[in-house]
């Protein structure tokens, strides 16, 4: 059967003795970080009338956690790392053996960012607290949110 015969039966819903073309739809599969091996997944951030787009790392694990983006020496600008927290739970996160500075943004239970660390020093062993109950914590490159107008009460969403 030729094709353009195909599509004319199929859009007539003219069924019998055609074959049928699935139309079945797949969720994307996350893509792996070529240097952390983590899962990459997207992000928003509404800001205003503004929504950031952004591929994230996903560090679900403590041992993933724990690593973080230390001694990462390069991330795009689009790029981030978000550590789920489950259950929610006060956090603080500080920038031992971390090379870039970063933006470390606290997303509260409702999706809202609670508070943003803007800027956090590299190397620096302060810890820097969430200020509540977070839902999880995104990092991105210092000063990102300020360049794209992100504050806090904006709604993130992995």
Request: aromatic letters at 6%.
């Amino acid at each position: 059967m030729r094709w353009s015969t195909l599509i004319a039966a199929m859009l007539l819903g003219i069924t019998a003795g055609v074959p049928t073309v699935s139309a079945e739809v797949h969720a994307p599969t996350a893509s792996v970080h070529p240097v952390s091996g983590l899962p990459v997944i997207p992000l928003s951030i509404t800001a205003g009338r503004k929504v950031h787009k952004f591929r994230v790392e996903v560090a679900a694990t403590s041992e993933q956690q724990a690593q973080g983006l230390m001694f990462r020496t390069a991330m795009g600008a689009d790029e981030g790392m978000i550590f789920p927290m489950r259950p929610a739970r006060p956090a603080s996160f500080w920038m031992h053996n971390t090379v870039l500075p970063l933006d470390i943004i606290y997303v509260g239970t409702n999706g809202r960012i609670i508070t943003i660390a803007a800027n956090a020093v590299p190397y620096d062993d302060t810890p820097l607290s969430s200020g509540g109950y977070t839902s999880g914590v995104l990092e991105l490159n210092g000063g990102r949110a300020a360049q794209l107008g992100i504050k806090v009460g904006d709604k993130v969403v992995w």
